[in-house]
């Protein structure tokens, strides 16, 4: 009998080929009772390959391979015939057999990862304090008692032996992975190790799983080293013959050493590892009174919900208490009162926030300031949030504030102790794209001709399974019939095997742990690329573990909203100590805030100002948070693909009767009329109609939104179609239609607490619009948009009545601020706008101003001649002069440039009086706007199409508000492009759809595939653009579209 104890897997990271699941599946399938995993240097796939190992009913071997450097006093480098080959460290094979040899696993992987200056060697010293619980294995033919004994340094690899002996006593085994009875090295290290009464084990290093994955092997490794398949150097592949052999074929192969095979089976019954999954894992709570967790958030529960409800109804205790109970049951009290603590930070160091995801379901979130939605006015479903039958802890997602989000996390660092935070890990795997572009550079191909390979790829947005199912059969059928050529079949052949493979892991964009204690003892940890400590898992397997896994996510619309009370507490200091006070008083109801949202003028609010929403705002007559909630679930790609969105539209303006498909339903659907809209009524359907027990139900969820076809689902569409039959009398038919319509929707659809959430932010945005639309686009341009581009902003700026003007010296900030001149608010763009102004110049402006001429500027700002000039040019002095007279006197002007420091000493000296400055012609508007968009990128004080507004009339070009009314006539509209998108079809048609936004407003714009190909250089190039067709009826949206037969650039 024999067991793998030395497999890698794809978490070796351009190593192995193997998932943790194939790895076991082969063990299984193999007749081993037990399976060891050693990935190199990292433990990413160790928790998956536990499940995964327990699922198939194999004993785990959880294990980590390293490099680790020789003892100081035997460091040695060899001279003689290995001169040149470094004999100073050599790979060690560590293996847990209890926790506290799987938390000295994290230890040293941790400490190999996070420090640079290590380069991938742990030094010897670094395992004394972190041998216990782990067996060692001596590294076989890669180890240093190997190599030793091949170089024929017998002192060495004795005196190494014995100082590993005893830092591992009884659990030291010298590894045996390569067998050859002619070679002589091998019969040298099994006598030395019986000499020293070490045991032997005989191991084979498993890289992939088949032999014919022997050259795929190769590739990943020129991967890993960024080099070309040819330069690859050998001791960079896997050993050979690295696929898993059956076990009759290891044990031919050491026949003559049957005890180095049984310590395979020796060592496996000391790993008796159980890792404490599911159990929670939270850090220590300090409570004053000696309350206990749960006593704590019982209290704190009800003083906020009196302070929110004003008084305890029976339905809020009522609801109060089946969470409270459900929270006890599972442990989870100190998740709700960390998340408490750090939300009231947030609110003090006045960074906005807001809820994502299913937590708004919670009455004890909401009570305790956690959550701003109201649970019990929306009927929202605590089990979504929280399922008893869950065995891992919810997940309570914050949005923040971006420019606020990293005083949060210091926050949390400093609350919990650096050694128990880190950021949490997110796994990048290779897709389509890069897959062949890592694949094709280790062939060796062209950066050109991979570029042009890539760029033959289109994209591929969401899409209905049947999208994804073609997609996974084949995943590069449209690049094979043009590139046939051999290479190039081998490199699509291989990047369609590495597909979803693990690249390298990086930072999640939110995730944050925290740990009772040391954070290695239970989780690995890694530095990222940027300086950040991670955790080598990923948020799923943190989870598992059961440690507090938070996602604080910086968002941009938090961040407007942010600017926004930020600058109204300079216009009119408020009473309150918190400047966020002006956005919690946003009234639920509004009339200015719901006419700009019915009439879909949000352009800017978050998630509510791409065109589809806008439109569909318009469509269902939005004029309420609960309004946008609906919208927001109705545009997306379930409804909108199935034609939900539609019939939800003609039910709710009355146009047409609720219908159900089954009288069971109509309590569930009541509220959407019949139409499922949002996650929590699948798992209503499920649980109700169908009898499903909340965690089948919750399951089912989960199936559906993974789009799983598999054995699971159809397991799960039988127990459904029988128990809507057996528990609600639903015919059979029914049932499989009701199916049909939840599997079409669960994929996309959205939790009903999260749209609630999310609503609310977009209803604060609108209103800051309605109410403050300056100092709402001010913030909007300051935090670069959303959606659209810099000009669509600030034509939409213009459309409101504000004026917007260039970066000026007196009035700018480094971003776009509001300054009020008479009276009447005026945007200015930010100086950090102008192309290469440094900070340092920026800041030297800032604190220096007023300046009264070009001469006082020049003098005491100490700019740059380069940046002198580009201020001028984006008019950044005017009213300080005439741009050409400025430019003249820069031109002529003395520059003392040997020897200056900028910011020292004046620069610059006039040649001429400043009176001379104001004398002359001033630059007409097409100059001004010319200089505009080389000098900041987008004109500010002209729009393009004002300059040539009356040509465009003489030629026949209407304003987009007029080509709307002129339905089923050809008409011809001049604009800049908005959006731009790829439309997808079953038969494969490459159609487009764009909006044009000129000064009155935007036009939807259909472009057929054979009118883009036709005018391609000018629909996928140019920015300004006239395009001629025909107006039609939008089949998706209320306003009517342009379908194009013509286009060209705007000149």
């Known amino acids: 009998m024999f067991i793998h104890l030395r497999t890698h897997s794809y978490y070796s990271f351009l190593r192995g080929l193997p998932s943790p699941t194939q790895l ?25 390959f536990y499940s995964a190992c ?71 010293e670094g395992l004394a304090d972190k041998s216990e619980g782990l067996i060692c294995l001596s590294g076989g033919e ?54 020293a009464g070490l045991a032997l084990v005989a191991t084979h290093p498993v890289y992939y799983l088949k032999p014919e994955q022997a050259a795929l092997q ?39 050493l049957p005890e180095a095979l049984q310590s395979s089976l020796e060592i496996a019954a000391h790993c008796q590892l159980i890792l404490p999954l599911g159990q929670p894992h939270y850090p220590q709570i300090h409570l004053e009174g000696g309350l206990t967790a749960i006593q704590e958030l019982r209290r704190r529960s009800y003083q906020g919900a009196l302070q929110r409800y004003g008084e305890l109804t029976p339905a809020v205790e009522q609801r109060l208490e089946h969470e ?30 807001a809820s994502r995801g299913s937590a708004s379901s919670s009455l004890v979130a909401h009570s305790l300031g956690i959550t701003t939605p109201d649970p019990l006015r929306l009927n929202l479903y605590f089990e979504r949030f929280l399922n008893p039958a869950r065995s891992s802890p919810p997940d309570i997602d914050t949005d923040l504030c971006s420019r606020g989000r990293d005083e949060v996390i210091r926050f949390v660092y400093q609350e919990f102790g650096d050694d128990r935070v880190a950021m949490v890990g997110t796994i990048n795997r290779f897709r389509r794209r890069s897959a062949i572009r890592e694949v094709a550079k280790a062939y060796g191909l062209p950066a050109r001709e991979i570029s042009r390979i890539i760029a033959s790829l289109p994209s591929r947005g969401w899409g209905p399974p049947w999208m994804r199912q073609s997609a996974a059969v084949s995943p590069f059928s449209d690049l094979q019939e043009r590139y046939n050529q051999p290479i190039h079949r081998e490199i699509l052949r291989d990047a369609a095997a590495l597909l979803n493979f693990p690249h390298h892991l990086s930072i999640h964009p939110g995730g944050v742990v925290i740990a009772p204690g040391p954070l290695t003892d239970l989780v690995p940890t890694q530095l990222s690329s940027k300086g950040v400590a991670i955790t080598q898992f990923d948020l799923e397997s943190v989870g598992q573990l059961g440690l507090i896994k938070i996602d604080l996510l910086g968002i941009r619309g938090l961040s407007v909203l942010g600017d926004v009370a930020y600058g109204l507490s300079r216009k009119s200091p408020p009473p309150q100590p918190s400047r966020l006070a002006v956005l919690d008083a946003i009234p639920a109801e509004d009339p200015l805030t719901a006419e700009l949202v019915r009439n879909g003028r949000t ?3 978050f998630q509510i100002e791409s065109p589809g929403m806008r439109v569909t705002l318009q469509e269902i007559q939005a004029d309420s948070v609960d309004d946008i909630m609906v919208a927001l679930a ?44 949002y996650q929590e009524q699948v798992l209503r359907i499920a649980h109700e109609l169908a009898g499903l027990s909340l965690a089948e139900a919750d399951l089912l969820r989960r199936a559906m939104s993974h789009f799983d076809p598999g054995k699971q689902m159809q397991t799960l569409k039988e127990r459904f179609v029988e128990g809507a039959t057996a528990h609600a009398g639903v015919p059979p038919e029914v049932g499989e239609r009701v199916w049909e319509l939840m599997a079409a929707f669960a994929g996309y659809g959205f939790p009903k607490a999260h749209a609630a959430s999310y609503a609310q932010v ?16 001010a913030a909007v341009l300051a935090n670069w948009g959303g959606y659209y581009r810099q000009w669509d902003y600030l034509a939409e700026a213009r459309r409101l009545g504000l004026t917007v003007r260039s970066p000026h010296i007196n009035h700018s900030q480094a971003q776009f601020n509001v300054v009020y001149l008479d009276g009447q608010a005026v945007l200015f763009m930010g100086l950090d706008q102008v192309r290469d102004l440094t900070r340092r110049t920026q800041q030297r402006i800032l604190d220096g101003r007023p300046f009264h001429s070009l001469a006082d500027f020049l003098e005491r700002a100490d700019p740059r001649p380069q940046e002198a000039e580009n201020l001028v040019r984006a008019g950044a002095l005017r009213g300080l002069g005439h741009t050409p007279a400025m430019l003249s006197q820069l031109q002529v002007g003395d520059w003392h440039l040997a020897g200056h420091i900028p910011g020292q000493m004046a620069l610059f000296r006039l040649e001429s009086e400043p009176t001379s400055l104001s004398e002359g012609d001033d630059w007409t508007p097409a100059q001004i706007a010319s200089a505009q968009q080389e000098v900041l990128g987008v004109s500010v004080d002209y729009h393009p199409l004002e300059l040539v507004a009356d040509r465009l009339a003489q030629q026949g070009v209407t304003t987009t508000l007029e080509a709307l009314t002129r339905l089923g006539q050809r008409v011809r509209v001049a604009g800049a492009r908005q959006t731009w998108r790829r439309l997808s079809s079953r038969a494969g048609d490459n159609d487009y759809a764009m909006a044009l936004e000129d000064l009155e407003g935007s036009l939807a714009v259909f472009v057929p595939g054979a009118v883009y190909q036709r005018y391609r250089e000018a629909l996928s190039r140019q920015r300004l653009l006239v395009v001629e067709g025909v107006i039609e009826p939008d089949p998706e949206n209320a306003e009517p579209m342009l379908r194009a037969e013509r286009a060209w650039p705007l000149e």
């Open 634 to 677: 109705l545009y997306r790609p379930g409804p909108l693909t199935g034609g939900l969105k539609d019939e939800f539209v003609r039910r709710h303006l009355g146009r047409e009767p609720a219908a159900h498909l089954h009288p069971s339903l109509e309590p569930l659907l009541a509220d959407t009329y019949g139409v499922i809209l």
């Open 324 to 353: 409270l109970g459900v929270i006890e049951a599972k442990g989870y009290a100190p998740l709700f009162l960390i998340m408490e603590k750090i939300i009231a930070f947030a609110r003090q160091a006045d960074v906005p926030t």
């Open 24 to 48: 076991a599946t082969a063990a299984a399938e193999h007749g081993l009772p037990a399976i060891g995993l050693t990935d190199r240097d990292g433990l990413t796939g160790a928790i998956e």
């Open 762 to 777: 977009a209803w604060r945005s609108a209103w800051c619009k309605a109410h403050h639309p300056a100092e709402f686009m």
């Open 218 to 256: 190769r590739v990943v490794s020129a991967m890993r080293l960024n080099t070309h398949l040819e330069k690859l150097p050998a001791e960079a592949v896997a050993p050979p013959e690295s696929s898993f052999l059956p076990i009759d074929q290891m044990t031919a192969r050491f026949g003559e």
């Open 603 to 605: 352009m800017g609010c």
């Open 54 to 124: 327990r699922e198939a009913g194999v004993q785990p071997i959880l294990g980590l391979e390293l490099g680790v450097a020789a003892p100081r006093d035997l460091a040695f480098k060899s001279t003689g015939e290995g001169a040149g080959h470094r004999l100073d460290w050599g790979i060690l094979a560590f293996l847990a057999m209890d926790l506290a040899g799987w938390s000295n696993l994290c230890r040293l992987s941790s400490q190999l990862l996070s420090d640079p200056d290590l380069r991938g060697q742990l030094p010897f």
């Open 142 to 195: 890669a180890g240093l008692f190997a190599r030793w004994v091949r170089e024929h340094l017998d002192g060495l690899a004795k005196r190494w032996l014995h100082q590993m002996a005893d830092l591992y006593p009884g659990r030291l085994y010298v590894e045996l992975d390569m067998v050859d009875r002619r070679d002589a090295g091998m019969a040298h290290q099994v006598e030395l190790a019986r000499r």
